[in-house]
Structures are given as C-alpha cells and as structure tokens.
C-alpha cells in the first residue's frame, strides 16, 4: 500500500468522529485495550502527561511537550483532531511520525484492525503509543480527544493529569451540567497520580476534590497559586507572540515571559503549564531530564527557551493565527460558548483604524447547537458562512438562516475557501477579517 492508500483505508474503513460526528465514539476502553495488547501493551513502556479539558488542552499539550523538549527530553505529543496533515497527531520533538511507518503500521497489524473493528481515533491512538514505544521517548504528552472517563486514550497511567477546565461543549455525549461534564473530564485522574486543574469553578471545582480525594491524587488549583498577566502594546495586540508578567501567590515570579502563541485563553494556559511543571519537578522532572542538560543554567530556562519557541518546536497551528496582512486575517479554532466569547472580547480589544471594518468567515459542523453560540458573535460585521468539506459540515444556506435572527447579515458559499476570496474582496486593507466557528473551517485556510 502507498501511503495515500493507507489514509483511504483509514478514513473509509474506521468510523472518524470528525467526519460523522457522535456515531464515531465508542463509549468504553474495550477495543483501545485489545489493540493495545495485540501491540505488546505499548502505552507501558514511555512515561507519558494525560491533558484534558473543554478548552485550552490542545494549546497546554504543546506548550509542555515545547518545555519538555527544551529541557533536553526526547518528547513524544499526541493531539486530535489535525488541521492539515493527518501526520500532525502524532509527533516526537515536533517531527511528525514517518508515512513509511503509517503504512508499515496499517499493513502489519490488518487483521487486528479488522477483527477489532476500532474507531478511526481508537486506531490512531494505538498507533500513537506503538511510535512513541517504539522510539523509547523520554515522555509523551497526550491530549485526551473527547471527554475523559471513556476516552481511547485513558489506558495510560501518567506522571500527571491535567485538566485545563470545563465548559459547555459535546453535551449530547458528555451531560447537560457543568458537574455531569467535570465528572467525565475527572475520569483521567488516576490512583495516586498527582492532577493539576486549571480553572476553580464552582460547579466543577466539588467534583475533582472529591474524585481526586477517592483516588488518593494530590490535587493543586494553577489559577489559585498562578497568574500571567499580559502586556499589551499596540503594535503586539495581534501578534503571534505574546509577553506576560506571571505572579505566584502575588509576587512577581516570571517577569516579561514571551510565549509563542497568542488569543484569549492563553493566560490562563500559561498559569496552568507552569502549575503543571511545578509539580512535575517536584515530583518527577528531575529525573527524567538528563544530568548536564541543566547544569549551569537558571531552574526556569526550560520554560522560557520552550514558551518562546513553541511554534517550532512542536509545529503549533490554528490557534489565533494570522495568516494574511492587509486585511488582516486571523484563524482561530474556537467553537464553543466559553471559547467564541472569549475570542470576540479579544477581538473588540484589537486597535483598529475608526474606519476598519470586521469580516467574519464561519461555519459549523451539524450536530452543533449553534443557538447557544450565534448570540455571542457580533452583529456589526459582515457575514461569509460556509460549509467544511466534511460530511458533517452545517449546510452554510442553513446557517445563513439560523444567523438571521442574530443580526448577523451576510452572504452564503459553497466552500470555506470561497467565502474566503469574497472576504478578502470585499476587505480594505485597514480591516480585519476572523476565519472562527470549528477547527475544520480553520483547517481550510491555513
């Protein structure tokens, strides 16, 4: 098989959640287990970091996977679901896995696939564990797909379990509360494996103390201990780099840390990065990284090195991401209520000409409540809807007309990269255009 044949044979033959939605997710650990076993248990053999949570745990992933390679670590990063290059999931320091070793995958193990019959994600996070064995990583970072509790990629007992924090997102599979969703998300944390949470809520915050008190797992709030508190200048307000003064129990403990990613919620997943390595070098790190990869050099080096070169060390994409000047043009892969209104408070802030105008491309996918998102976008800005080109791409005549009621005024396109050229068409240079709405739209146009 080439490896085009192997990718056709991955996404036609095993159900993939991005392409038909909730049918794709297997609520139990059954076929992960079995595959794994089939593969000699590969999910043993490598020290590994279990990242979940509603928002942030794609941009927590890479920024500790980037530490951790900055700390001299050969560094293995699973995350889902990929923009561009299905290879993106897959990672050690930031090269993605060989397509010789996809088909070599694929082709040795056909006859476990088909008699276990796994999703599309069971079989990538199988493979997933079998590269990073394989390879003898010194640690793996893996972002949970969907949920927690019943995710393919909970066989894993790592050094430390992080939960960024929760919100409302796939409640037709995860719950309709904030508690029934921290219960899910709170399946990662394991017997007397230290979990750091984000964010204190309090409708999430009872259910972790309570799971992690049953679990005997020391349990640290980064937002109670933590805080990164960005500095702004008008010429760095939409940049891709952003600096931030972080404050530990109210003193200054970073001072101008520059970070390599930029948008809304990324203040927050700094204080949880740095809570997340506190622990680990309390705990672990120490041993992990090799004598003499520190010596000589201040405890928090590691940190600063991998923040501020996180897009090329881990190839960190989609995120509050410009990709064009003159108009502006900024991807971002929020999609649901805590990240949209996030990313649009961000968005108002952004200094702009009295006369600039806002562009929005957007579209959803179809098993989306987007009643409980439409209200947050903004009215004054003019409207391209489009469909992904996924089979669970919202049709963007009927999201034309979902928006209507929501004063959102515009025009719909057959594809997200027509929308697109009408975008830029339309646009003065002075104006900003946002692509927004699912990762699959943004995954269009970068």
């Known amino acids: ?45 490598f020290k590994s970091i279990h990242i979940g949570g ?8 890479n920024m500790l996977a980037a530490v951790f390679q900055a700390s001299g670590l050969k560094t293995g990063l699973y995350v889902s679901p990929h923009y561009k290059d299905f290879r993106e999931r897959i990672k050690i320091n930031g090269q993605y896995i060989p397509q010789k070793q996809v088909v070599a995958f694929v082709e ?4 476990a696939i088909e008699k276990i019959q796994p999703s599309f994600f069971e079989l990538c996070v199988a493979m997933a564990f079998d590269h990073f064995a394989r390879e003898r990583v010194d640690v793996a970072v893996i972002e949970v797909g969907l949920g927690g509790r019943l995710d393919s990629t909970n066989v894993i007992t790592p050094l430390l379990s992080v939960i960024t924090n929760i919100s409302y997102d796939h409640m037709n599979m995860l719950g309709d509360t904030l508690p029934e969703i921290a219960f899910e998300k709170a399946g990662i944390i394991k017997p007397g494996v230290p979990v750091v949470v984000g964010e204190t809520h309090p409708e999430s915050t009872p259910v972790f103390i309570k799971k992690a008190g049953e679990s005997g797992s020391k349990i640290t709030f980064a937002d109670q201990h933590y ?21 530990k129990d109210g003193r200054l403990f970073l001072e101008n840390l520059e970070v390599q990613a930029a948008g809304p919620f990324q203040a927050k997943n700094v204080a949880t990065v740095l809570q997340a390595f506190e622990v680990l070098q309390e705990q672990h790190l120490p041993a992990l ?46 999609h649901n209520e805590a990240g949209l209104r ?53 049709d963007a005549g009927v999201l034309q007309e979902k928006a209507a009621p929501y004063g959102m005024k515009g025009r719909a396109y057959s594809t997200v990269k027509n929308a697109l050229k009408a975008a830029k068409r339309a646009a003065s240079p002075d104006d900003l255009i946002v692509v927004i709405g699912s990762i699959f739209v943004v995954a269009e146009v970068i």
């Open 289 to 334: 990284i090799k004598s003499g990869n520190t010596k000589g050099r201040p405890a928090n080096d590691p940190l600063r090195q991998g923040l501020a070169n996180l897009r090329e060390l881990t190839r960190f994409i989609g995120r509050w991401q410009i990709i064009g000047r003159n108009p502006t043009i900024l991807c971002d892969s929020a």
């Open 1 to 45: 098989m080439t490896y085009r044949e192997t990718l056709d044979f991955l996404y036609a033959q095993l159900p993939m959640f991005h392409r038909i939605g909730p049918a794709a997710f297997k609520k139990d650990l059954t076929n992960t287990l079995a595959l794994c076993e089939h593969l000699g248990n590969p999910h043993l053999k």
């Open 342 to 394: 996030s990313a649009f408070d961000k968005i108002n802030q952004i200094p702009k000409s009295p006369k600039a105008r806002l562009h929005i491309v957007t579209g959803f996918v179809n098993d989306k409540d987007v009643d409980k998102v439409l209200g947050l976008f903004p009215a004054k800005a003019r409207y391209y809807f489009a469909k992904a080109d996924i089979p669970r791409g919202l």
């Open 227 to 247: 805080e990164a508190r960005e500095k702004l200048t008008d010429s760095e307000s939409d940049s891709s780099s952003t600096r931030y003064d972080v404050f």
């Open 54 to 61: 509603t928002n942030g745990k794609g941009s927590v992933s």
């Open 108 to 111: 040795n193990n056909r006859g």
